[in-house]
């Protein structure tokens, strides 16, 4: 068999979009595709040797910062996603703060149990309810805190912490505040009102261009308030023609800075804008639908809606044999659906028409 028809087979057996409502990335747009073709070879981990895709990935950094406000001393750096932004946060702020202890949500994603588990760094897991307010960290800092994590967009509600409030805190107690915005940060700009970025006292923040910024996978951003806390991390690359690297990661795709560079300039704010706008208003679609059938849910913040089900893993594979993927969540029981760019109304129709079959 020609390889390509090995390939075609294999890609049969994968889900559809057309059946994913649990996921939080979507279609890379077309834009996205062309760039990442074209710099398909390049490699930022050498970037002395790529230096027009250096620039792309600049100019990409820029652009998020802008969008999140952020500081003239700011530092930015284009990840794999909110895994690797997560963990390299942390691995700075441990290394600024000497300690070893880290405050953060109940609801936050699992990549700070990798990067607990890499950095020798103790989780203190705050038991808050569906997100994290002010009044909960409220005593639980103390001197081996390096750093409190909050969420704008959480993995389970798509709920943003009260982020401001908790930044005031931090700043007062004197450690560090990182945001995960992987998911919410390409939303919240456009819909919501609430204050998550660097105009509140935070420290980092992280944003993922392959959920909402309809850009190729792997792509996130880690920014910095400060610049110097980049020499945290900073290792000699001793065998290549650039001399310093400032990530994780060794060889990067450029094609990753390529496609995202692409993506915004096409989308652009406005454009954006429009996009998380047509999500809201599929979930909202979603809640109507839900309503006129006596189901219950968690009340959506953003384009991400959690429905209230008996047994969510059953009830997640009685709709896997009917083709419709949803998010699992077996702590709070309840099936998530995220109202990505490629999740349109007449899906939702016929969704709810089945989950209304399935939880009879
Ligand atoms: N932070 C938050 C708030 C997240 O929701 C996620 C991923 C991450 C960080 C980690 O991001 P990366 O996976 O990019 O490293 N949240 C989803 C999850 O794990 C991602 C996902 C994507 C799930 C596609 C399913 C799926 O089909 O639940």
């Known amino acids: 068999m020609d390889v390509f028809e090995k390939l075609k087979k294999a890609k049969e057996k994968d889900a559809k979009f057309e059946q994913i409502l649990g996921s939080m990335c979507t279609m890379p747009h077309e834009v996205a595709r ?38 003239s001393s700011y530092a930015g750096i284009l990840t794999s996603g909110g895994t690797e932004s997560n963990i390299t946060a942390l691995w700075i ?40 307010k002010a009044k909960d960290i409220k005593g639980k800092i103390n001197r081996d805190t390096a750093c409190v994590v909050a969420i704008a967009g959480n993995t389970n509600f798509g709920y943003i912490d009260e982020i401001e409030e908790i930044a005031e805190i931090c700043n007062e107690e004197n450690v560090f505040l990182h945001v995960d915005a992987a998911f919410g940060g390409f939303v919240a700009p456009f819909i919501s009102k609430k204050i ?14 392959h959920k909402m910024g309809m850009t190729c996978i792997p792509c996130g951003f880690l920014l910095l308030r400060e610049k110097k806390w980049l020499e945290e991390i900073k290792v000699e690359s001793k065998c290549t023609h650039t001399k310093y690297q400032f990530s994780l990661l060794g060889t990067r795709p450029g094609a ?5 560079y ?3 300039n096409y989308m652009g704010i406005e454009g954006y804008k429009k996009m998380a706008m047509r999500c809201m208003d599929v979930i909202w679609h979603l809640a109507k639908l839900l309503d006129e059938k006596g189901i219950e849910y968690f009340e959506p913040e953003l384009n991400l809606l959690a429905i209230k089900v008996r047994n969510a893993r059953e009830i997640a594979e009685k709709l896997a044999k009917l083709k419709w993927y949803v998010g699992v969540d077996e702590e709070n029981e309840t099936i998530r659906i995220v109202a990505m760019p490629h ?15 399935v939880i009879e």
């Not at 600049?58 to 910062?65: F, R």
């Not at 999740?343 to 079959?357: A, E, S």
Request: proline share 2%.
């Open 34 to 71: 062309k760039a990442y073709e074209m710099f398909i070879e390049t490699n930022l981990g050498d970037y002395e040797l790529f230096k027009g895709t250096k620039e792309l990935e600049e100019k990409a950094i820029e652009w998020v910062a802008k969008l999140l406000h952020a500081p």
């Open 93 to 132: 702020f441990k290394k600024l703060s000497k300690k070893k202890e880290v405050i953060v949500p109940k609801q936050a994603h699992f990549s700070f149990e990798k990067a607990s588990s890499l950095l020798d760094l103790k989780l203190k897991v705050i038991d808050c309810n569906l997100y994290m």
């Open 343 to 357: 999740v349109t109304k007449d899906m939702i129709n016929k969704f709810v028409n089945d989950l209304g079959k």
């Open 262 to 264: 692409a993506i915004m």
């Open 196 to 209: 998550f970025d660097f105009r509140a006292k935070i420290s980092s923040i992280c944003i993922d261009g």
């Open 256 to 260: 990753a800075a390529a496609a995202v």
